[in-house]
């Protein structure tokens, strides 16, 4: 697959309502096909601090702007994505390497119904609110850093610019320098939706450069950050240094626990998709899988069934469930871990890390069995399409092994009654938890617990993370 039908070759960054050329670009690879796609801006400091001065300059009028009239202009931007939509699922799919399936439902969609939904908060949300003798008014809290990864890019921007913008924030966004190519569309959207000047700023560039220069700048008020956990202290550590806020939604390793009553089958297979989802490249992905261990055999060999059923190829094709993964780098170190994974006694009941193609970064579905849960493999987030399958004794022992991870992002249980699983869910120190395959709701808080991150994103609790209060007495 070559360049979609759009400018992809791009060498400037968005600063106060101005397309701004840098001094150098960085290639975009399409990881299907390991050929240039297309270029980014690599900005430097001096463009960080031009554009974190247009968004303070614009901040007060956007602040000030009636809630209403900015519920408008994010209407205005959803109106201007959706028309834009072939071309965000093109450029999605070529430069992230995920199947045009899950491109349209997963990053674009969704990444859509992301700003519909700050829209409709920012419309509807008390910015004011009366307790006792006091009014609390809840401010924005000013000119935010947004700093995204490469695996899901726009529905990640969408996330923080949508909630930041509706609570009156101005922004400058970061994009991965891996897949930056949708926020330029992205900001392409912000000016015809005729967003003022200044109020959305994009700057692409490395994360050691651009990223850094963000999360330590003295006039960014917050940094949220997406992406992983060594970054992310890192970002944790520059904002401190200055006392600014911060959100940080990192890594994962979720379970899902089937019970005895569970249909297993179903669950199973469901487990096995949301690892495979997006190659694998997700953080709130179930990538560990947690049976009765009566029954361990015979959930291998559905899983095992399951992962080879799934389609690994060109991700321009409807029929295609996994594409590749984002880089060469990313496709050796998962191939890695697979291996020390067997090396170590894990059972490969699928998959492995022979290539499944010589051209574009493919793995295999991989389901591994034997491994305690203290192995690395179950430990660590490897971000790639890999399960690791799990037995356990009752559901004490089940809780203990799901919550035996540095990380509390997303999780499952799967159960005869919802109130069986709800009894689990109340005990799994996470984010998130869906029961019986639940479907994803786009305004519940989105954040995890420990290594996984701090702070919430998405619906009213992601607004609420962009505001400050006052509290004024009478
Ligand atoms: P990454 O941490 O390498 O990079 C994330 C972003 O930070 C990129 O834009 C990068 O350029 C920038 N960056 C790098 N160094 C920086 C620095 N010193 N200061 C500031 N910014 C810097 O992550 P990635 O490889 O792009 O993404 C994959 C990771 O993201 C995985 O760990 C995944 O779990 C995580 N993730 C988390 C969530 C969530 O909501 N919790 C969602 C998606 C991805």
């Known amino acids: 697959m070559n360049a979609p039908q759009t ?37 430097d400091g001096s463009m960080v601090d031009a554009a974190v001065t247009a968004a303070r300059k614009a901040g007060r009028g956007w602040a000030l702007t009636p809630a209403a009239a900015r519920a ?9 994505l959706r028309s834009m939509r072939d071309e965000l699922v093109d450029v999605t799919v070529a430069e992230v390497g995920v199947s045009v399936v899950n491109a349209r439902a997963w990053h674009v969609d969704l990444a859509i119904e992301l700003i519909e939904s700050a829209s409709a908060n920012a419309r509807n949300y008390d910015f004011e609110q009366e307790l006792g003798n006091s009014l609390l008014l809840r401010k924005p809290v000013g000119v935010v850093a947004c700093i995204t990864p490469w695996n899901y890019p726009l529905y990640q921007l969408a996330a923080k ?57 003295p006039d960014v008020d917050l940094v949220s950050f997406t992406g992983s956990t060594a970054v992310g202290r890192q970002v944790g550590a520059d904002a401190a240094a200055q006392l600014k806020r911060v959100c940080l939604e990192l890594g994962g390793k979720s379970s899902s626990i089937v019970c005895e009553d569970a249909d297993l089958k179903s669950a199973v297979e469901a487990s096995v998709d949301s690892a495979m989802l997006n190659s694998g490249q997700t953080c709130s992905a179930w990538t560990r899988l947690l049976v ?60 492995g890390s022979s290539r499944p193609s010589e051209k574009g970064h493919f793995v295999r579905p991989t389901i591994l069995a034997d491994l305690d849960p203290s192995d690395p493999a179950s430990q660590s987030e490897i971000f790639g399409p890999v399960l690791v399958v799990h037995p356990y004794n009752g559901e004490t022992e089940a809780i203990e092994i799901a919550n035996g991870t540095p990380y509390g992002l997303g999780g499952a249980v799967w159960a005869g009654t919802e109130a069986r ?53 009478r």
Not at 187 to 213: C, Q, R
Not at 326 to 337: L, P
């Open 292 to 351: 009765p261990a009566h029954r361990y055999e015979e959930a291998l060999a559905i899983a095992g069934d399951h992962a080879n059923s799934l389609v690994v190829g060109d991700p321009q094709s409807e029929a295609t469930d996994v594409g590749p993964l984002i880089s060469a780098k990313q496709r050796n170190d998962v191939a890695g871990v697979i291996d020390a994974a067997i090396a170590r006694g894990a059972r490969a009941v699928a998959g």
């Open 72 to 80: 408008d202009a994010l209407a205005a931007l959803a109106r201007a």
């Open 7 to 43: 400018d992809t070759y791009r060498d400037d960054a968005l600063i106060g309502g101005a397309w701004v050329q840098a001094t150098a670009t960085d290639d975009v690879e399409n990881p299907a096909t390991e050929t240039v796609i297309g270029t980014s801006a690599l900005c």
């Open 421 to 473: 699983a709800l009894g689990i869910a109340r005990q799994l120190d996470t984010g998130q938890v869906d029961i019986n395959g639940a479907a994803f709701n786009p305004e519940a808080p989105f954040g995890g617990w420990k290594a996984s991150g701090m702070g919430r994103e998405l619906g009213v609790a992601g607004l609420e993370e962009y505001t400050e209060i006052t509290a004024v007495q």
């Open 161 to 217: 610019v949508g909630p930041a913008l509706a609570a009156g924030c101005t922004v400058v966004l970061k994009p991965a320098a891996l897949a930056p190519l949708s926020s330029y569309l992205f900001a392409e959207a912000t000016i015809a939706a005729g967003l003022p000047e200044g109020v959305f700023n994009l700057v692409p560039g490395a994360g050691s450069v651009v990223g850094s220069a963000l999360a330590t700048h």
